[in-house]
């Protein structure tokens, strides 16, 4: 099956230099993908002069003519940058010419372009923005990582339906294991949202295994497929897991420079570091979707190098190939027509 | 300065296997320090054997005939095991026979009780826990890691105020750097609360440095001496770090198992990597303050071992030592005292 996505080229901390060696190692490796590579076309057409050779009609430029900066407030992009290289990705994704778009711009302004642009799957209140994380079983998924602060026990309960079809759609499996994030796993704990979730997960169809505490997102004592939190608590917890494998990749690495001996240990024990240090890449976990609109936004992080960038896109051609958002959609429908029946 | 602990001796998941050796290390290192320990009396006498000869009148036993299980509701405990090891040991703090209490049992039982027999400190609303993380700076103080969910701003600005009188204390630092936790650096970022609480922060007398990001836990771009946040965000954060490292160590272990080569590369890398490990041992962090009530309850880990407990007895010996509890008092008393000046 073929796959067209739209890449914001120009976004991102590195823009082309990133989006541009990315691309092309993903046209490389799937040849049934297509890219409608975004942005300022003088730029582009030099970038891509080779490219649009060898990969024909497997690539094309879009021209638009800003570029959101990164710390620009959604609101003034939304409002000044209407030709910008984000909107107009977003832009073909309403008009059915990309199946999904992929930006590694400014997050805030990424979604209110996509809300104001694809628009809410009717019945949903909130967009979320659902990622994968390692763990100690492979990994887990995460929802929200930060669309929404507040969020009600409706939109957690909101969530959990869509990631649950998220996580059914790019794992392959029937009834993932769906926790909600707590501060801890007895009844009484946790404040009001997250107990009147509890109840709504309890009583639905999902397969809700009660709540989880936030070591179960990389290393809990079961495994949990899907967890759902407020987007508050969700970014906080991802960044403090990003803190802490800073903190100790930089500790084993000073522990091994110390002096002689200790970079001989580490000679020797080098191939078996690159190993360890690949496990754990966080690059190979880059790419956050955006769901719960009328269209399939893929956020990347906005320093991510060439490698993370492709697996951006990687997550893009996957989550079109398994028709996530129409998926979610009709999973959507289904529920309210449920209701409309009680 | 002689420093009088009660010790909880029957709390945790191991109670006397675990309290009683981290005790008389204690006891042993350092010769100011006097132990009152509380629970059984038939047990502890036994245990204590040698103890009483060898330190003589610097250890006692205090019995206690009930022990407050590790899943016990709060409330619970505190109807029905008025004769706890956990809530005698407090009685003692109250009754200024003890200058703190340290105990590894259930949290939720330890802040009830605690709260209920200690009372608060005046113009306090909330008790909050606070504790020491890591950090590629040397490390981080952060509250509130779990008493409290749904902070109010004034609840979030009062959490500053007394983790500052803690870092001082502890750090003898005179204005510690303080962040407010939050999900990006930008104004226009976070929940209502955390927007108002920054408000208060901007015009207090506080050293405000700003929202800082859940990264800037261990390894931010800046060192960050306090950070403040709800305990249900603060808790997560905390736990999510507990599993990141859990699983990247699992991750490291399994890639020195892997093979003869790769196990005779970890065989020449043991040296180091013990280092290594030991720099972001856990056990070294063990240990949180109740704070905001009138008199000291230190929470050590449940599932603490002998050097795990003994970090959290140190760590009653150096607040009580600097005065923590008057000094926020004092603290709270001139703040309240210039709100009705005003």
Redesign the interface.
């Known amino acids: 099956m073929s796959v067209t996505l739209s890449i914001d080229a120009m976004g991102g901390d590195f823009g082309p230099q990133v989006t541009i060696p990315a691309s092309l190692t993903c046209l490389q490796k799937n040849p049934n993908l297509k890219l409608i590579m975004v942005g300022d076309q003088t730029i582009l057409n030099e970038l891509l002069a080779d490219a649009l050779i060898t990969f024909k009609d497997r690539i094309s430029i879009q021209h638009a003519s800003q570029v959101v900066e990164m710390?620009e407030?959604p609101q003034k992009a939304l409002k000044n940058k209407k030709d910008s290289s984000m909107r107009v990705a977003i832009n073909l994704v309403r008009d059915g010419e990309a199946d999904a778009c992929v930006s590694a711009g400014n997050t805030?302004a990424l979604m209110a372009t996509a809300r104001f642009v694809l628009k809410m799957i009717p019945g949903i209140d909130r967009p979320a923005i659902i990622s994968t994380l390692?763990?100690?079983f492979g990994h887990t998924h995460m929802l929200d990582l930060?669309a929404n602060?507040?969020s009600s026990a409706e939109h957690l309960y909101q969530f959990a339906v869509m990631g649950e079809e998220v996580v059914k759609a790019v794992e392959n499996i029937e009834r993932p294991r769906i926790g909600l994030?707590n501060?801890?796993e007895?009844d009484?704990?946790?404040?009001?949202q997250v107990k009147a979730a509890a109840k709504l997960l309890e009583n639905s169809s999902l397969n809700y295994i009660g709540y989880v505490?936030?070591?179960?997102?990389?290393?809990?004592n079961i495994k949990v497929d899907l967890i759902v939190?407020d987007?508050?608590?969700g970014?906080?917890?991802?960044?403090?897991?990003?803190?802490?494998?800073?903190?100790?990749s930089?500790?084993?690495k000073a522990?091994?420079s110390?002096n002689l001996l200790?970079k001989l240990?580490?000679l020797?024990?080098y191939?078996?570091?690159k190993?360890?240090k690949d496990?754990?890449d966080p690059r190979l976990y880059n790419g956050a979707s955006f769901i719960g609109l009328r269209g399939l936004v893929i956020k990347s992080h906005g320093g991510a190098d060439a490698l993370a960038f492709e697996t951006a896109i990687h997550l893009a051609e996957v989550e079109v190939g398994h028709d996530v958002i129409r998926k979610i959609s009709e999973r959507i429908e289904k529920a309210l027509e449920q209701k409309v029946t009680e």
Chains 1, 2 share one sequence.
């Open positions: 710390d407030p805030g390692p763990s100690v930060g602060v507040d994030l501060i801890g007895e009484m704990k946790g404040n009001e505490e936030g070591n179960s997102i990389n290393a809990g939190t987007g508050f608590v970014n906080v917890a991802l960044k403090s897991i990003e803190g802490a494998a800073k903190m100790i930089t500790k084993l522990s091994f110390q200790t240990a580490g020797v024990a191939p078996v570091l190993l360890f496990s754990i």
